[in-house]
């Protein structure tokens, strides 16, 4: 894998991302997760399986946008604690 997760080889420099607007970051391995764990509502039957994917999906998250460094805001990680 040339560019595994965490990796920060691809971030932008620091000086790039001080002028750019970095919002929420949301991987799209959370992304999808959350849309699994939404589908369960109007899919009660499949709701095991729609669960058991997105367990799988929140644990491929990368943690780190690879350009930003943003790191993920799902509530699937241990949150940072605010201040
Ligand atoms: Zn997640
Ligand atoms: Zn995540």
């Known amino acids: 894998?040339?560019?595994?997760?965490?990796?920060?080889?691809?971030?932008?420099p620091a000086y790039i991302l001080a002028l750019?607007?970095?919002?929420p970051y949301l991987s799209t391995a959370c992304e999808t997760?959350?849309?699994?764990e939404r589908?369960?509502?109007?899919?009660?039957?499949?709701?095991?399986w729609l669960l058991a994917h997105a367990e799988e999906l929140?644990?491929?998250?990368?943690?780190n946008?690879?350009?930003?460094?943003a790191l993920c805001a799902?509530?699937?990680h241990p949150q940072p604690p605010t201040v």
């Open 33 to 36: 997760a959350a849309a699994c």
């Open 20 to 23: 750019i607007n970095v919002g």
């Open 1 to 12: 894998m040339t560019n595994p997760p965490g990796s920060q080889q691809e971030q932008l």
């Open 65 to 69: 946008n690879k350009f930003t460094g």
């Open 74 to 76: 799902c509530r699937c």
């Open 58 to 63: 929140h644990a491929r998250c990368r943690l």
């Open 39 to 48: 589908a369960t509502e109007a899919h009660q039957t499949e709701r095991p």
